[in-house]
Nanobody, 127 residues
Framework: HVQLVESGGGTVQAGRSHNLSCEAHGYTGSGGCKGWFRQSPGKDREAVATIDSDGDTGYADSVKGRFTISRDNAQNILYLQMNDLKPEDTGKYYC??????????????????????WGQGTQVTVS
């Protein structure tokens, strides 16, 4: 049974940094692809950052250069470091994982249902 649990949401001032974490229970190692998605009011859920089994990463254009995805394979934790936050970064952030062999770049262009496992999400509000 795979369970993803996000933490770190909150309200942040624009221009500041903030970090999110996602603990993966029942999903061990670096296999498959993991990612962070964001859903803002009135918008579809979109991929923000992805990381694949080779450690390659992919980023949405809107966050490229500001966000960094990383993982701790030993602790089964996925991170999202967010710098220079903007009001448009506001949304509910979800951690996702899938055992498929899709690359980080491929995952950015796929619909969210390409990922099988999801967390409950954590709200980030940038004011």
């Amino acid at each position: 049974h795979v369970q993803l649990v996000e933490s770190g949401g909150g309200t942040v001032q624009a221009g500041r940094s903030h970090n999110l974490s996602c603990e993966a229970h029942g999903y061990t190692g670096s296999g498959g692809c993991k990612g962070w998605f964001r859903q803002s009011p009135g918008k579809d859920r979109e991929a923000v950052a992805t990381i694949d089994s080779d450690g390659d990463t992919g980023y949405a254009d809107s966050v490229k250069g500001r966000f960094t995805i990383s993982r701790d394979n030993a602790q089964n934790i996925l991170y999202l470091q967010m710098n220079d936050l903007k009001p448009e970064d506001t949304g509910k952030y979800y951690c996702a994982a899938d055992w498929s062999s899709m690359t980080a770049i491929q995952a950015l262009g796929l619909p969210s249902n390409a990922f099988r496992y999801w967390g409950q999400g954590t709200q980030v509000t940038v004011s």
